[in-house]
């Protein structure tokens, strides 16, 4: 699988939009994005996959590159408890999931 | 509802001797993986199990071991030979392959 770089943390506004970035230059055609994240000393929480096409669900939306080397994590309106450390992983369907070190988003009122 | 079970929360542990983290789920899924997580970093696999009576050792599987005995249950055992067994561990498991995963609350395991 495909590795990602991510920025170490990230600060946003409550209530504003928080764009998190993703770089994976390495991707491969077969590989999707996804997004996880994990508040603090709890399990980690899927947030949203995709392949090629931006995807949006209740909690967030993927903004993936037209060349796919990179993506955006958009989470629309951000809250003092969307605070947590958030993972951006590329993976073969079957493959085991693989973290790194990810984002760390602070939301502050 | 359904959901990932670890217990217990907190465990603690004197140096050489093993001890069983405890991993159930009522999801019917097939494959449930252990992840260990140390401060500030992020998580690594130590074993993993696409079915019942198999599993496989992940990226860091010394000093470990487990059974699936049953499609719900996934122990794992953090034995004397782990040389740093101190951190907090993590089960998921997945229906299929394509799914996104399902993560417990996490146990955290002390050596004292």
């Known amino acids: 699988d495909a590795k990602t770089t991510q920025p170490p943390s990230m600060d946003c506004a409550e209530g504003r939009a928080a764009n998190l970035p993703c770089n994976h230059s390495t991707i491969s055609g077969n590989e999707y994005v996804y997004w996880y994240r994990q508040i603090h000393s709890q399990g980690p929480q899927y947030i949203i996959h995709g392949l090629k096409n931006n995807e949006t669900n209740e909690m967030a939306s993927l903004i993936i590159t037209e060349d796919r080397k990179s993506s955006t994590l958009i989470l629309p309106h951000a809250t003092l408890r969307d605070t947590a450390v958030y993972y951006c992983i590329v993976r073969v369907y079957g493959n085991k999931l693989v973290f790194g070190a990810g984002t760390i988003l602070r939301v502050k009122s | 509802d359904g959901g990932i079970t670890q217990s217990p929360k907190y465990l603690f542990r004197k140096e050489g001797q093993n001890v069983t983290l405890s991993c159930e789920q009522n999801?019917?899924?097939?494959?449930m993986y252990w992840y260990r997580q140390d401060p500030g970093q992020g998580l690594r696999l130590i074993y993993y199990s696409q079915i019942v009576n198999d599993f496989q050792k992940g990226d860091i599987a010394e000093g470990y071991s487990v059974s699936r005995e049953k499609k719900e249950s996934f122990p794992l055992t953090v034995t004397s030979a782990q040389k740093n067994p101190t951190a907090f561990y993590l089960c998921?498991?997945?229906?299929?392959?394509?799914?996104?995963?399902?993560f417990g609350s996490g146990t955290r395991l002390t050596v004292v």
């Open positions: 999801l019917n899924h097939d494959a």
């Open positions: 998921a498991s997945n229906l299929n392959r394509d799914d996104g995963y399902t």
